[in-house]
């Protein structure tokens, strides 16, 4: 059967010599697959192009019961990306924000919360003037409570430990267990405040931003075994002083 949904372009994979395989989290049915026919002609070109990472679609979708891949009809962009696809920095956070989806969100059920964040985040990042250089730290470290592993940051205590196993602080380290010590346990509750609207205003060095970005990959990976090794992060990690 037919049905009208909105999208977020995860990725795109190559299939055979005739179809690529693109993978949207859609507003009404989480992650999906669908076939991309492939082309030489104008049209195709345009229809392809309407696949890069982070695009924002609509369409119409045919799924039969029982059969991995859908098709697609009818598709429109709901948005230009213009700013993402073009600014370097942007392009480089938007290929994190892709690498970091598609391997953290498998479910295949409606979750307008989680779908309606990712979109707002990728229009802001192609909105905003301001630096970005905070933006995928604030955007991993919010992805989070969407997820179910946001960091219990009621119990922070300054000089307590992270206990990453755990999502907690602690007065010491539990032995066993993953922790980050006070020195960097205490960015967390400053992470808390970040938001995509103030974000602009925390002032770190690169080497800062990079230990952070690393430690709340290392805690992702505890608690999502197919997250894996990501190759975007080192991209990120060259940019921004």
Not at 95 to 109: A, G, N, P, R, Y
Not at 170 to 189: F, R
Request: glycine residues 4%; hydrophobic residues 40%; aromatic residues 10%.
């Amino acid at each position: 059967m037919r049905e009208k949904l909105n999208g977020i372009v995860i990725n795109i994979i190559k299939y055979n010599e005739k179809h690529n395989i693109a993978h949207i989290y859609t507003d009404k049915l989480g992650m999906t697959s669908f076939l991309v026919r492939l082309g030489t002609t104008h049209s195709a070109r345009m229809r392809n192009a309407m696949f890069m990472p982070l695009s924002l679609i609509e369409f119409e979708a045919n799924l039969q019961p029982g059969r991995e891949l859908g098709t697609l009809y009818d598709v429109r962009r709901t948005a230009s990306l213009m700013s993402i696809y073009s600014d370097p920095m942007k392009n480089a956070i938007g290929m994190f924000v892709s690498e970091l989806l598609s391997h953290t969100i498998h479910e295949q059920e409606q979750n307008m919360v989680l779908y309606s964040y990712i979109k707002s985040a990728i229009l802001r990042l192609e909105d905003s003037k301001a630096s970005v250089a905070n933006f995928h730290i604030c955007f991993l470290y919010r992805l989070g409570q969407f997820i179910g592993i946001q960091p219990d940051i009621d119990s922070y205590r300054e000089g307590y430990w992270f206990n990453m196993n755990e999502g907690v602080f602690t007065q010491s380290p539990h032995a066993g267990m993953k922790s980050l010590p006070p020195a960097q346990a205490q960015v967390l509750p400053l992470l808390s405040r970040m938001t995509f609207d103030n974000m602009h205003h925390f002032k770190f060095s690169r080497e800062q931003r990079n230990e952070m970005l690393e430690n709340i990959l290392t805690y992702y990976r505890l608690h999502h075994s197919t997250l894996g090794t990501l190759r975007s992060p080192e991209v990120l990690k060259q940019l921004f002083v």
